[in-house]
Nanobody, 123 residues
Framework: QVQLVESGGGLVQAGGSLRLSCAASGRTLSNLAMAWFRQAPGKEREFVAAISWSGGSTRYLDSVKGRFTISRDNAKNTVDLQMNSLQPEDTAVYYC????????????????WGQGTQVTVSS
């Protein structure tokens, strides 16, 4: 079993930055692909970014490419999402997720989820 806890959300003005962190417990992050999803009010939960267990492969939602960076530290059992040039449309609850082995942007393939952290971007 894997437990995930997100932190780092908050309120920021448009153009600002936030860094989200996901701490995993229960077992090591080795062999786990990790991802961030987000859900805005009234919308479906959508894929934002993912990183392979080795860190050697990443994927991003087109609208966040060049602005968001996903990274991981397997020794510390953490996965971070650095978010720059934030826009009001980035406002959502951000969720950390994990699955075994292979990277994917498909939500239903993720086995473990955190409780989420709110990110609000004001215009």
């Amino acid at each position: 079993q894997v437990q995930l806890v997100e932190s780092g959300g908050g309120l920021v003005q448009a153009g600002g930055s936030l860094r989200l962190s996901c701490a995993a417990s229960g077992r090591t992050l080795s062999n786990l692909a990790m991802a961030w999803f987000r859900q805005a009010p009234g919308k479906e939960r959508e894929f934002v970014a993912a990183i392979s267990w080795s860190g050697g492969s990443t994927r991003y939602l087109d609208s966040v490419k060049g602005r968001f960076t996903i990274s991981r530290d397997n020794a510390k059992n953490t996965v971070d999402l650095q978010m720059n040039s934030l826009q009001p449309e980035d406002t959502a609850v951000y969720y950390c997720a994990a699955k075994w082995y292979f990277i994917t942007n498909v939500k239903v393939q993720y086995d473990y989820w955190g409780q989420g952290t709110q990110v609000t971007v004001s215009s």
